[in-house]
């Protein structure tokens, strides 16, 4: 499973740092993607990094502003965001996928190990 962290309540403007954690499993075997979810809105690919760790792609909306990184000390993949809008906010998803030769893709039906969400508020 994968279990994400460091969601919160953050100002306009500022940065968190997200963490998707593995267990059970080595995340460097895997792609790993970050999905966000607004209220009535559809999932969004945010950004992902390949297993390999080669090749990372994010969404027009967050480029510029989140960085993917991956500790394969730490079995983890984190998500940098800085620079935090309002339109940001959304609950944000971690998930794993079997990699293909479709490298990286930010479509969610591609991945099959999905984590509980962490919620993400920017707001003054």
């Known amino acids: 499973q994968v279990v994400e962290s460091g969601g919160g309540l953050v100002q306009p403007g500022g940065s968190l740092r997200l963490s998707c954690a593995a267990s059970?499993?080595?995340?460097?075997?895997?792609?790993v993607g970050w999905f966000r979810q607004a209220p009535g809105k559809e999932r969004e690919g945010v950004s992902c990094?390949?297993?390999?760790?080669?090749?990372?792609d994010y969404g027009d909306s967050v480029k510029g502003r989140f960085t993917i990184s991956r500790d394969s000390a730490k079995n983890t993949v984190y998500l940098q965001m800085d620079s935090l809008t309002p339109e940001d906010t959304a609950v944000y998803y971690c998930?794993?996928?079997?990699?293909?030769?479709?490298?990286?893709?930010?479509?969610?039906?591609?991945?099959?190990?999905w984590g509980q969400g962490t919620q993400v508020t920017v707001s003054s």
């Open positions: 059970g499993f080595s995340l460097k075997n895997y792609d």
């Open positions: 998930a794993a996928r079997q990699p293909n030769t479709l490298a990286c893709p930010r479509i969610a039906r591609y991945y099959t190990i």
């Open positions: 990094v390949d297993f390999s760790n080669t090749h990372t």
